[in-house]
């Protein structure tokens, strides 16, 4: 059993691996993840996945764009190089809101983007790491953590039970694409 990571049960429709994570539920198997090739809506509440964080991270991000912007501005037009332009005042606010919500939602972008690339590990370069190869195709596969769950034969039972059309036991963590 040392050799075996996960238990990967394959399912051909949506329906059936929504009934197949209820089955493995109420046996009180954890659920390692699962891959599907389309989104599912509701899967979130069933694994208990929490919301993301991403919008805060926004927030941080365009408030930074922000404070960055009126800092620069001020520094620029007001400490170190004022300029008396037809008797207007260095410092006019009005002027400086449209470079803010520029630099706003130009640092909340990137800041997003770059993110989403550090949490999922998508750097440029990186092998894609895939439990299943037919998972980003047409099935929809369940992944078990072998480890954490010591009984492969009741997995297995439960999974033949809700309607899996494969049950593999899957040595290796990832499989690459090469």
């Given at each position: 059993m040392s050799d075996i990571k996960y238990i990967l049960g394959h399912f051909a429709d949506p329906d059936d691996l929504m009934h197949g994570i209820d089955k493995l539920q109420e046996g009180n198997v954890s659920i390692y993840d699962v891959f599907t090739p389309m989104?599912?809506?509701?899967?979130?509440?069933?694994?208990?996945?929490k919301r993301s964080r991403l919008p805060i991270v926004a927030f941080c991000f365009g408030a930074l764009g922000t404070v960055l912007a009126f800092s620069m501005?001020?520094?620029?037009?007001?400490?170190?190089?004022?300029?008396?332009?037809?008797?207007?005042p260095a410092f006019a606010f009005p002027d400086f809101i449209p470079v803010m919500f520029e630099v706003t939602v130009l640092?909340?972008?990137?800041?997003?983007?770059?993110?989403?690339?550090f949490v999922n590990h998508l750097f440029p370069g990186r092998a894609p790491r895939v439990m299943d190869l037919r998972a980003t195709n047409d099935r929809f596969v369940v992944a078990i953590d072998a480890e954490a769950n010591p009984y492969p034969d009741k997995i297995d039972n439960i999974l033949k039970e809700a309607g899996a059309i494969e049950i593999k036991h899957n040595e290796r963590k990832f499989l690459s694409y090469e």
């Open positions: 989104p599912i809506h509701g899967i979130e509440d069933k694994l208990g996945i501005m001020y520094y620029m037009l007001v400490q170190d190089w004022p300029m008396n332009i037809g008797g207007k640092l909340c972008a990137f800041g997003m983007v770059g993110t989403y690339f």
